[in-house]
Every structure is written in structure tokens, then in C-alpha cells.
């Protein structure tokens, strides 16, 4: 359930509430795609930067460890320790992403596991049978994620094959929340619109899925090799046919100036690996744009990494002790860095909603947007 607390233009502050935690929108959902953070980062270190939503992801669950496994148990907040909302990708983006091993046909995709060769076959009704095992607070619709460069009749074609494949997936997920022993028997599911650059099919797909009633929807197929400027326009475009009391999902992005102007168009909830990622090669999110802390100029600072900030890092270490790290190759660089990357993403999305509620959010914007991505 989605509660509209207050807008300012289009951003939304509002409260989703699910089954295992209130979620204060707009929020960053944290990626965890095997079921940990890259960098050795827990649940516990999760509750400590803030952290409200945790992503984990269908395929690569379903490869390793097995997701009847996680079922057995008892689902994956039971197994990883972290007992709030939890969204799980239906693995669609993972098989865009082998697509030099798969075969796409009505029923599904034909692929070849990336671990060890196995084919695997994924269709929409697999898709959310794996994901009622893993018992997520969200579950995502199977659908094609395709390239920006796409032809348009291949557009066309695909996304009416999403749409005939969400339809299956909300058939499978409520006989399956029916089923006395199922984890999650109040499972989410969310659809995805999908038409890469082309506003007409984006927003004639979106006007069908919403047909569906789903619990939320998710704008799937960007930042895979479109412009900034189109990213804009395509969700600007799309948001006006987003039913108002649903949660909006911009999948995959991104940085924090993205993340501001996804706010700015209307969105709810963000994902992307790139905090983490970006931190275990030593790149730091600050407030006054990215750092590198292998740059010899931190050798000696005994600045944290980012002054003021109430991180677990930069609480305890200074610039030169972590940058000592990345020197020596351990481990320990690599997780405070990622520590600090989420807490700065949380603290973001934090301020965001503070900035919403004190109708001063276009100012924020407007200080911030191009600031956060600007390396230093």
C-alpha cells in the first residue's frame, strides 16, 4: 500500500507499506545480488547505513545456491539475516545480459548458466515460481530487456511478448500465494514497461500493464547504452500514465544526479550496483562531488574520507589509513569504502525526502544534480 505524504511538482514523498517494513519513499534499495553486498557487507551492516530495501537477484539465486534450498530454509530473510522489505529482479536483465548464449521463444528463454554451462530455461511462471521460494516482499514480472539500438518492430514485437508474459506471471503469483506452505503468501508483484527510446510504444505499454492492477510499476530498459537526455525524456514521458497510488520504479539507475532527476520526473524507488562497485575501486560519493582515494594526494590526509560524515568509515579511519589499504590489497578498503558509498546513497535519498517535505527539493535539485557526479 502507497500513501502520498506530499508533492512538490512531481516528487512524491510517500510511505510504502509491505509486509515486512514500512518503506519511506523516495529510496535507494540496496543491491545485494547473490544475497551479500560485494565487499563483505551483512545485514547487519545494512541496518547501520540506513538501509531500507535490500535487492537480491532471481537468476543468480536460482543458479547458486538454489533457491528450493532457500525455500527449505525458510526464504531469504530468514537465510540472509535481514528481516525488512526485499525485491527480487526476475532475472530478465541477467538473460539480456547473456545474449550471446540465449534463444528467445514465446514460452520463454533458452540459456546457458554462466557458471557452469548448464542450460537453463526461464520463463515467466519459473521466473515467479523461483521467486515465491525465495519468499521477497517483491517479486518483478519476467519481461525482455532489450537494447536502446533496437529496431522499432523489434520493440513492437517485444513488448507484446512482455505483456503476454506479465499476464502469466500475475496468474502463477496468486494461485502460488494461495498454496498453504508458500513463504510469502503476500507477495508483491511488480510490472515492467518496456519500448527502449520510442515514447508512443513506451506509453501504450505502460497504459496496458496498468490494466493489470499490479502492486507497483517499474520503468525497465534504461541506462543500457541510451543518452542521459533520452534516459530524461523517456521517464518523463511515462510517468504521466503511472497510476498515482502505486510505487514507481526506475530500475538500474544510477548515479546521484540520475537518482535526483528520476525524483524530479515522479519516481519512488531506485536501484543500481554502482555504489558499491564504484567503492571497491576506491571511487568515493561525497558532497562535494567523487574522489579517488588512490590518488597520492591522500597518502598523507588524515581527513575522513568525507568530513562531517557519520559513516562507520569515516568515524573510525582517515583517508590515508584506507588508502593504505587499497594499497596493501586488503579487504578491509574495500568494505569501508562500500560502507561508505551506501550510507552516502541512503543519506541522499534522505535528504531528498527531508528537502520534498520542506517544499525546498527544486533548490536541492538544483545545487546538487550536477555537483554529486563531477569528479574531483
Same mark, same amino acid.
Given at each position: 500500500?502507497?500513501?502520498?505524504i ?6 512524491r ?20 545480488t ?65 545474449a ?21 530455461f ?14 521477497s ?10 537494447a536502446s ?9 517485444s ?11 500475475k496468474?502463477? &503469483?496468486?494461485?502460488? +500465494? %494461495?498454496? #498453504?506452505?508458500? !513463504? ?7 510490472? /515492467? $514497461? ?27 530498459g534504461?541506462?543500457?547504452g ?47 550496483? &554502482?555504489?558499491?562497485? +564504484? %567503492?571497491? #575501486?576506491?571511487? !568515493? ?7 579517488? /582515494? $588512490? ?10 574520507l ?22 596493501s ?33 527544486s ?12 569528479r574531483?
Amino acid at each position: 500500500m502507497l500513501k502520498v505524504i506530499k508533492k512538490e511538482g512531481k516528487a512524491r514523498l510517500c510511505e510504502f507499506t509491505t509486509v515486512h517494513s514500512q518503506v519511506h519513499t523516495p529510496a535507494f534499495m540496496n543491491v545485494a545480488t547473490s544475497g551479500a553486498i560485494k565487499g563483505a557487507v551483512d545485514s547487519v551492516d545494512l541496518e547501520s547505513v540506513n538501509c531500507q530495501v535490500m535487492l537480491c537477484n532471481t537468476y543468480h539465486l536460482h543458479v547458486r545456491p538454489n533457491d528450493e534450498l532457500i525455500r527449505d530454509l525458510g526464504g531469504l530473510n530468514k537465510f540472509t539475516g535481514w528481516s525488512k522489505t526485499t525485491l527480487t529482479d526476475s532475472g530478465g536483465f541477467q538473460v539480456f545480459s547473456l545474449a550471446s548464449l540465449r534463444k528467445i521463444e514465446e514460452e520463454g528463454v533458452s540459456f546457458s548458466s554462466h557458471i557452469d554451462g548448464k542450460h537453463i530455461f526461464m520463463g515467466p511462471c519459473e521466473s515467479i515460481r523461483i521467486q515465491s521460494n525465495l519468499g521477497s516482499t517483491i517479486a518483478m514480472a519476467f519481461d525482455e530487456c532489450i537494447a536502446s539500438s533496437s529496431e522499432f518492430d523489434y520493440v513492437l514485437k517485444s513488448c507484446n511478448r512482455t505483456t503476454r508474459w506479465l499476464y502469466r506471471c500475475k496468474e502463477e &503469483m496468486e494461485r502460488l +500465494n %494461495a498454496i #498453504h506452505d508458500t !513463504i510469502n503468501k503476500k507477495q508483491m508483484l511488480f510490472g /515492467i $514497461n518496456q519500448g527502449s527510446i520510442f515514447s508512443d510504444l513506451r506509453i501504450k505499454h505502460m497504459e496496458e500493464i496498468v490494466k493489470l492492477n499490479l502492486d507497483g510499476y517499474a520503468i525497465g530498459g534504461l541506462a543500457v547504452g541510451e543518452s542521459k537526455a533520452e534516459m530524461h525524456r523517456i521517464i518523463s514521458c511515462v510517468e504521466t500514465f503511472m497510476p498515482e497510488d502505486k510505487p514507481r520504479y526506475l530500475m538500474g539507475v544510477g548515479t546521484p544526479g540520475d537518482i535526483i532527476q528520476g525524483v524530479s520526473n515522479g519516481v519512488d524507488l531506485f536501484d543500481c550496483v &554502482m555504489p558499491s562497485r +564504484n %567503492a571497491r #575501486h576506491g571511487h !568515493i560519493f561525497t558532497w562535494n562531488g567523487i574522489i579517488n /582515494i $588512490n590518488n597520492q594526494k591522500y597518502r598523507c590526509d588524515d581527513n575522513p574520507l568525507e568530513p562531517g560524515c557519520s559513516c562507520p568509515a569515516c568515524t573510525a579511519h582517515s583517508r590515508s589509513y584506507i588508502r593504505h589499504l587499497f594499497k596493501s590489497k586488503e579487504m578491509l578498503g574495500m568494505r569501508l569504502c562500500v560502507m561508505h558509498n551506501l550510507y552516502f546513497y541512503n543519506t541522499l535519498m534522505e535528504k531528498i525526502r527531508d528537502n520534498i517535505e520542506q517544499n525546498t527539493f527544486s533548490e536541492f535539485k538544483e545545487k546538487y544534480a550536477d555537483l554529486l557526479d563531477t569528479r574531483i
